[in-house]
């Protein structure tokens, strides 16, 4: 691998000369000389990544996508992880996302835990997306509980009703008990409406 071109890369960018920072991360990306080399280079550059910050989409789906898609097929947990971490990026990769059946980082979180059900890291990734949901769910109550862009099908309430279930035995600590009964509370309301409806 040229690490001399990647050096140049992250000075290019640093100095905001866009070109010169596309040709050296090509020039990068395109230096490896094998899977275990690109497998050794991923695994030192996550190990100091900023989990909030967005990877460069080339490093992304050149180097660190392919080294976890590999790990996620065979069940390894820290492949898993850094999916669902770096679900943004995969979720732009979409000819790669695709591989994965647009898999949701929901999906990929539930995963993660269910490799790792003793890592507290996984169960809090895990628990802060349903609350996540929850939150985007009532933010139009009282007219309406979402579930994507629009009211909730009696369907949808049971799933959400569900994941409620899930988020309650994911909170351990009972942080969000309050929270999670209020949101129950306004589900019940709502269903009871749709009912009302459709009578």
């Known amino acids: 691998m040229n690490l001399a071109a990647?050096?140049?890369?992250?000075?290019?960018?640093?100095?905001?000369r866009k070109s010169a920072a596309k040709a050296a991360v090509r020039a990068f990306t395109a230096s490896f000389a094998s899977f275990e080399e690109k497998q050794d280079w991923v695994t030192g550059f996550l190990r100091t990544h900023d989990p909030e910050t967005r990877i460069r989409h080339e490093i992304y789906e050149e180097l660190v996508l392919p080294?976890?898609?590999?790990?996620?097929?065979?069940?390894?947990?820290?492949?898993?992880?850094?999916?669902?971490?770096?679900?943004?990026?995969?979720?732009?990769?979409?000819?790669?996302?695709a591989q994965l059946d647009f898999i949701s980082t929901y999906a990929l979180l539930k995963r993660w835990y269910c490799l790792a059900p003793e890592s507290a890291a996984a169960r809090q990734a895990l628990l802060e997306k349903l609350i996540d949901r929850f939150v985007f769910?009532?933010?139009?109550?009282?007219?309406?509980?979402?579930?994507g862009m629009g009211g909730a099908s009696l369907e949808q309430c049971r799933q959400h009703a569900d994941a409620v279930v899930e988020a309650r035995a994911l909170d351990i600590d009972g942080e969000w008990t309050a929270f999670l009964d209020e949101f129950d509370d306004?589900?019940?309301?709502?269903?009871?409406?749709?009912?009302?409806d459709a009578g």
């Open 186 to 196: 306004k589900l019940r309301v709502y269903q009871a409406r749709l009912l009302m």
């Open 6 to 16: 990647y050096d140049a890369f992250f000075e290019a960018h640093r100095s905001g």
């Open 67 to 97: 080294v976890l898609l590999k790990g996620y097929h065979a069940s390894d947990v820290w492949s898993t992880q850094w999916l669902a971490i770096t679900a943004r990026n995969l979720h732009e990769a979409r000819h790669q996302w």
């Open 137 to 147: 769910s009532e933010h139009e109550w009282p007219g309406v509980i979402l579930c």
